[in-house]
């Protein structure tokens, strides 16, 4: 339904349509009639919601901080859990994958050859030169927030540490593509190129998402792609990047027993970081990390 100038703007600020998302509209309908794919207005937030997904967000940032203070070699990734679900608590926030689809846990850890979806147990325990992906996410007051850091445990090995360190260019090199009016697939085509350029796969199956309102929305976000392809990126999106780089092939499995934890076909490393951030009219902001 088209909106009156003077009638309140669609997207909830209370302002009017001609002193809110009138010229952004008319920006979109351009777009779109040159054949260039657009957000639905759901995944544009408001000046609120924004607000309110920086509050969770920044809840999300200091759990994984927590857990950076206290991850040691020797300690169960069950212990990884406790600490997440104690200190989200203390935040008076929830963990968002409690539950969610029957996941066990309130945090996913990946040690070495897991992709991603490891499930805590107090049988696993970390050793020295393990690599383990902690990823946290956090419900605040109904707002989601995602992300995920890399661990080195003790010594690792230089083959590990070089893995750990291209998969995070890969995601800072992901962030620095993401321009307000550009294309989704630049953040894929960027990761997959350095990805590549240092003799790494890049995992296809998972991907970044929307997020703030649900734990998972749209867009879709490819680590993989073709550049000045893909939807359009406008401010006020909100939405992870999170490459799943491997040392060997692409191809992965998922455990048989649990349904949940992926791991590389050919048993080599994986490694993975995540950020959400928010597109601005300017460029981006990291909102969790």
Request: a negative charge; hydrophobic letters at 35%.
């Amino acid at each position: 339904m088209k909106l009156g100038r003077n009638e309140p703007c669609w997207c909830g600020s209370h302002k009017k349509y001609k002193q809110c998302h009138l010229s952004f509209d008319e920006k979109l309908i351009t777009l779109e009639r040159n054949n260039k794919e657009i957000p639905t207005r759901v995944m544009i937030k408001n000046e609120e919601q924004i607000r309110l997904i920086k509050e969770s967000a920044a809840i999300n940032t200091a759990v994984l901080n927590e857990v950076e203070k206290q991850i040691r070699v020797g300690m169960t990734t069950e212990e990884i859990n406790q600490i997440v679900s104690d200190f989200t608590l203390s935040k008076e926030a929830v963990c968002a994958p409690f539950g969610y689809q029957g996941y066990p846990k309130s945090v996913c850890t990946s040690i070495n050859d897991q992709i991603c979806h490891g499930i805590p147990d107090e049988s696993i325990i970390l050793k020295e030169g393990d690599i383990v992906n902690v990823d946290v996410s956090t419900i605040y007051h109904g707002y989601y927030s995602d992300a995920s850091r890399m661990f080195c445990i003790g010594k690792i090995s230089e083959e590990a540490q070089k893995l750990v360190d291209v998969t995070k260019e890969c995601l800072q090199l992901g962030i620095k593509a993401v321009k307000p009016w550009g294309h989704l697939g630049d953040i894929g085509a960027t990761i997959e190129e350095h990805a590549r350029n240092h003799g790494y796969s890049v995992v296809e199956e998972f991907v970044g998402h929307g997020v703030g309102i649900e734990f998972h929305e749209d867009p879709m976000v490819p680590h993989y792609g073709v550049k000045d392809t893909g939807m359009i990126l406008v401010p006020g999106m909100i939405f992870t990047i999170e490459p799943m780089i491997n040392q060997g092939k692409a191809d992965l499995f998922i455990d048989s027993k649990n349904k949940w934890t992926a791991y590389t076909k050919d048993g080599s490393l994986s490694a993975q970081w995540e950020h959400m951030i928010l597109v601005t009219e300017y460029g981006v902001e990291i909102l969790s990390y």
